[in-house]
Protein backbone atom coordinates (compact mmCIF):
# COMPACT_ATOMS: atom_id res chain seq x y z
CA UNK A 1 0.00 0.00 0.00
CA UNK A 2 3.11 2.31 1.22
CA UNK A 3 4.45 1.63 -2.61
CA UNK A 4 1.35 2.51 -4.21
CA UNK A 5 1.18 6.02 -2.70
CA UNK A 6 4.91 6.75 -2.99
CA UNK A 7 4.16 5.92 -6.75
CA UNK A 8 0.96 7.84 -7.18
CA UNK A 9 2.12 11.28 -6.90
CA UNK A 10 4.69 10.83 -9.39
CA UNK A 11 2.74 8.51 -12.27
CA UNK A 12 -0.27 10.51 -11.84
CA UNK A 13 0.19 14.12 -10.99
CA UNK A 14 -2.05 16.62 -8.85
CA UNK A 15 -4.42 17.61 -12.15
CA UNK A 16 -4.36 13.93 -13.56
CA UNK A 17 -2.54 15.44 -16.16
CA UNK A 18 0.95 14.62 -17.96
CA UNK A 19 1.87 15.34 -21.44
CA UNK A 20 -0.52 15.53 -24.34
CA UNK A 21 -3.57 15.05 -21.67
CA UNK A 22 -2.47 11.51 -20.60
CA UNK A 23 -2.16 10.12 -17.07
CA UNK A 24 0.67 11.52 -16.10
CA UNK A 25 3.63 9.55 -17.49
CA UNK A 26 2.29 6.24 -17.35
CA UNK A 27 -0.16 5.90 -20.58
CA UNK A 28 -1.33 2.69 -20.21
CA UNK A 29 -3.19 3.80 -17.19
CA UNK A 30 -4.96 6.53 -19.31
CA UNK A 31 -5.83 3.70 -22.14
CA UNK A 32 -7.17 1.44 -19.77
CA UNK A 33 -9.92 3.54 -18.20
CA UNK A 34 -10.72 5.10 -21.58
CA UNK A 35 -11.59 1.21 -22.31
CA UNK A 36 -13.10 0.81 -19.39
CA UNK A 37 -15.90 3.69 -20.25
CA UNK A 38 -15.91 2.29 -24.05
CA UNK A 39 -17.42 -0.95 -22.87
CA UNK A 40 -19.67 0.69 -21.22
CA UNK A 41 -21.28 2.26 -23.88
CA UNK A 42 -22.99 -0.20 -25.19
CA UNK A 43 -24.81 -1.64 -21.94
CA UNK A 44 -26.14 2.51 -21.22
CA UNK A 45 -27.22 2.59 -24.72
CA UNK A 46 -28.99 -0.64 -24.41
CA UNK A 47 -30.99 0.71 -21.44
CA UNK A 48 -31.49 3.72 -22.32
CA UNK A 49 -33.04 3.47 -26.07
CA UNK A 50 -36.38 1.68 -24.67
CA UNK A 51 -37.12 4.48 -21.23
CA UNK A 52 -36.90 7.37 -24.63
CA UNK A 53 -38.99 5.23 -26.59
CA UNK A 54 -41.09 4.59 -24.11
CA UNK A 55 -41.37 8.52 -22.76
CA UNK A 56 -41.94 9.35 -26.66
CA UNK A 57 -45.23 6.64 -26.98
CA UNK A 58 -46.26 8.30 -23.91
CA UNK A 59 -46.25 11.42 -25.02
CA UNK A 60 -47.24 10.83 -28.32
CA UNK A 61 -50.56 8.86 -27.54
CA UNK A 62 -51.11 9.15 -23.68
CA UNK A 63 -51.27 13.20 -23.13
CA UNK A 64 -54.20 14.61 -23.48
CA UNK A 65 -53.27 19.03 -23.79
CA UNK A 66 -55.76 21.60 -24.37
CA UNK A 67 -53.35 24.69 -24.14
CA UNK A 68 -51.39 25.74 -26.74
CA UNK A 69 -48.03 26.27 -24.45
CA UNK A 70 -48.65 22.51 -22.98
CA UNK A 71 -48.81 21.52 -27.10
CA UNK A 72 -45.88 23.34 -27.53
CA UNK A 73 -44.07 21.66 -24.32
CA UNK A 74 -45.10 17.98 -25.82
CA UNK A 75 -43.57 18.73 -29.06
CA UNK A 76 -39.96 19.88 -27.64
CA UNK A 77 -40.11 17.11 -25.11
CA UNK A 78 -40.87 14.58 -27.98
CA UNK A 79 -38.18 16.31 -30.23
CA UNK A 80 -35.23 16.11 -27.35
CA UNK A 81 -36.10 12.65 -26.46
CA UNK A 82 -36.47 11.72 -30.54
CA UNK A 83 -32.59 13.01 -30.83
CA UNK A 84 -31.41 11.54 -27.37
CA UNK A 85 -32.99 8.11 -28.99
CA UNK A 86 -31.15 8.46 -32.44
CA UNK A 87 -28.40 9.54 -30.69
CA UNK A 88 -28.26 6.15 -28.42
CA UNK A 89 -28.91 4.41 -31.25
CA UNK A 90 -26.03 5.31 -33.15
CA UNK A 91 -23.86 4.60 -30.25
CA UNK A 92 -25.18 1.48 -29.59
CA UNK A 93 -24.43 0.24 -33.40
CA UNK A 94 -20.92 1.31 -33.05
CA UNK A 95 -20.42 -0.35 -29.27
CA UNK A 96 -22.45 -3.23 -29.92
CA UNK A 97 -20.68 -4.01 -33.55
CA UNK A 98 -16.94 -3.42 -31.30
CA UNK A 99 -16.29 -1.06 -33.80
CA UNK A 100 -15.37 1.61 -31.66
CA UNK A 101 -13.25 -0.73 -29.65
CA UNK A 102 -11.44 -1.27 -32.37
CA UNK A 103 -10.09 2.39 -33.05
CA UNK A 104 -6.78 3.77 -31.25
CA UNK A 105 -7.35 4.92 -27.80
CA UNK A 106 -7.53 8.91 -29.12
CA UNK A 107 -10.85 8.21 -30.82
CA UNK A 108 -12.21 6.24 -28.30
CA UNK A 109 -11.28 9.37 -26.14
CA UNK A 110 -13.16 11.63 -28.17
CA UNK A 111 -16.36 9.34 -28.72
CA UNK A 112 -16.19 9.12 -25.04
CA UNK A 113 -15.99 12.90 -24.81
CA UNK A 114 -18.45 13.77 -27.34
CA UNK A 115 -21.43 10.92 -25.99
CA UNK A 116 -20.85 12.00 -22.38
CA UNK A 117 -20.97 15.78 -23.01
CA UNK A 118 -24.04 14.89 -25.16
CA UNK A 119 -25.76 13.26 -22.76
CA UNK A 120 -25.40 16.18 -20.07
CA UNK A 121 -26.32 18.67 -22.43
CA UNK A 122 -29.76 16.31 -23.65
CA UNK A 123 -30.55 16.48 -20.08
CA UNK A 124 -30.30 20.33 -19.68
CA UNK A 125 -31.90 20.62 -23.06
CA UNK A 126 -35.35 18.31 -21.66
CA UNK A 127 -34.92 20.13 -18.34
CA UNK A 128 -35.15 23.71 -20.12
CA UNK A 129 -38.25 22.36 -22.32
CA UNK A 130 -39.85 21.42 -18.97
CA UNK A 131 -39.55 24.69 -17.69
CA UNK A 132 -42.98 25.72 -19.41
CA UNK A 133 -44.75 23.31 -17.07
CA UNK A 134 -43.31 22.85 -14.13
CA UNK A 135 -39.66 23.97 -12.05
CA UNK A 136 -38.37 20.57 -12.21
CA UNK A 137 -34.82 20.40 -12.84
CA UNK A 138 -34.73 16.14 -12.45
CA UNK A 139 -33.58 15.44 -15.88
CA UNK A 140 -30.23 17.53 -15.88
CA UNK A 141 -30.04 15.92 -12.15
CA UNK A 142 -30.31 12.57 -13.64
CA UNK A 143 -27.63 12.78 -16.20
CA UNK A 144 -25.15 14.75 -14.22
CA UNK A 145 -25.59 11.64 -11.61
CA UNK A 146 -25.21 9.47 -14.83
CA UNK A 147 -22.16 10.55 -16.18
CA UNK A 148 -20.16 10.39 -12.57
CA UNK A 149 -21.47 7.41 -11.39
CA UNK A 150 -21.00 4.87 -14.63
CA UNK A 151 -17.61 6.74 -16.35
CA UNK A 152 -14.68 7.71 -15.06
CA UNK A 153 -12.84 11.00 -16.27
CA UNK A 154 -10.18 12.79 -15.60
CA UNK A 155 -11.18 15.47 -13.17
CA UNK A 156 -10.11 18.85 -15.42
CA UNK A 157 -12.23 17.08 -18.48
CA UNK A 158 -15.04 16.49 -16.31
CA UNK A 159 -14.98 19.99 -14.48
CA UNK A 160 -15.31 21.46 -18.39
CA UNK A 161 -17.81 18.95 -19.12
CA UNK A 162 -19.84 20.05 -16.21
CA UNK A 163 -19.34 23.78 -16.65
CA UNK A 164 -20.57 23.71 -19.95
CA UNK A 165 -23.68 21.67 -19.24
CA UNK A 166 -24.50 24.25 -16.84
CA UNK A 167 -23.44 26.99 -18.80
CA UNK A 168 -25.96 25.55 -21.83
CA UNK A 169 -28.88 25.00 -18.43
CA UNK A 170 -28.62 28.06 -16.71
CA UNK A 171 -28.47 29.96 -20.09
CA UNK A 172 -31.76 28.21 -21.55
CA UNK A 173 -33.52 28.36 -17.96
CA UNK A 174 -34.11 32.18 -18.48
CA UNK A 175 -35.23 31.88 -22.11
CA UNK A 176 -38.07 29.30 -20.60
CA UNK A 177 -38.30 30.24 -16.77
CA UNK A 178 -40.32 33.72 -16.66
CA UNK A 179 -40.56 33.52 -12.70
CA UNK A 180 -37.34 34.88 -11.27
CA UNK A 181 -37.84 33.38 -8.22
CA UNK A 182 -37.80 29.72 -9.25
CA UNK A 183 -35.08 30.33 -11.99
CA UNK A 184 -32.66 31.65 -9.37
CA UNK A 185 -33.48 28.58 -7.36
CA UNK A 186 -33.58 26.31 -10.43
CA UNK A 187 -30.09 27.91 -11.26
CA UNK A 188 -28.46 27.36 -7.83
CA UNK A 189 -29.95 23.90 -7.78
CA UNK A 190 -28.32 23.43 -10.66
CA UNK A 191 -25.11 24.67 -9.89
CA UNK A 192 -25.13 22.57 -6.68
CA UNK A 193 -25.81 19.33 -9.12
CA UNK A 194 -23.13 20.08 -11.06
CA UNK A 195 -20.64 20.71 -8.22
CA UNK A 196 -21.89 17.38 -6.64
CA UNK A 197 -21.48 15.71 -9.88
CA UNK A 198 -18.02 16.76 -10.64
CA UNK A 199 -17.25 16.21 -7.00
CA UNK A 200 -18.31 12.41 -7.12
CA UNK A 201 -16.45 11.84 -10.49
CA UNK A 202 -13.09 13.32 -8.88
CA UNK A 203 -13.26 11.51 -5.83
CA UNK A 204 -14.69 7.59 -7.82
CA UNK A 205 -12.09 8.65 -10.14
CA UNK A 206 -8.96 8.55 -8.14
CA UNK A 207 -10.34 5.72 -6.30
CA UNK A 208 -10.03 3.70 -9.96
CA UNK A 209 -6.82 5.11 -10.42
CA UNK A 210 -5.60 4.05 -6.63
CA UNK A 211 -6.99 0.70 -7.63
CA UNK A 212 -5.36 0.20 -10.69
CA UNK A 213 -2.11 0.77 -9.35
CA UNK A 214 -2.99 -1.50 -6.52
CA UNK A 215 -3.39 -4.57 -8.71
CA UNK A 216 0.06 -3.58 -10.73
CA UNK A 217 2.27 -3.55 -7.30
CA UNK A 218 0.24 -6.82 -6.14
CA UNK A 219 1.36 -8.53 -9.49
CA UNK A 220 4.73 -7.65 -9.25
Known amino acids: MEDTE??????????????????????????????ENTSRFATLTLLAIPVHLLFI?????????????????????????????????VFLFLGKGKWIETKPVRIQSFFQ???????????????????????SITPFMITCSIVAMVFRITPVHAAGMYFFAFSVFALG????QHDTAI?????INGFAITAMGAGLNHILWWSRVKSIFQHRTIRR
Open 183 to 187: LLSNR
Open 173 to 176: LGIT
Open 113 to 135: AFFLLALQVGGAAITIVDQSVTS
Open 57 to 89: IIFAFFLKLSSEAEIRWRAGIIACHSAFLCLMC
Open 6 to 35: RVLPSAVGVSGFGKGGRIGSDPGLHDEIIR
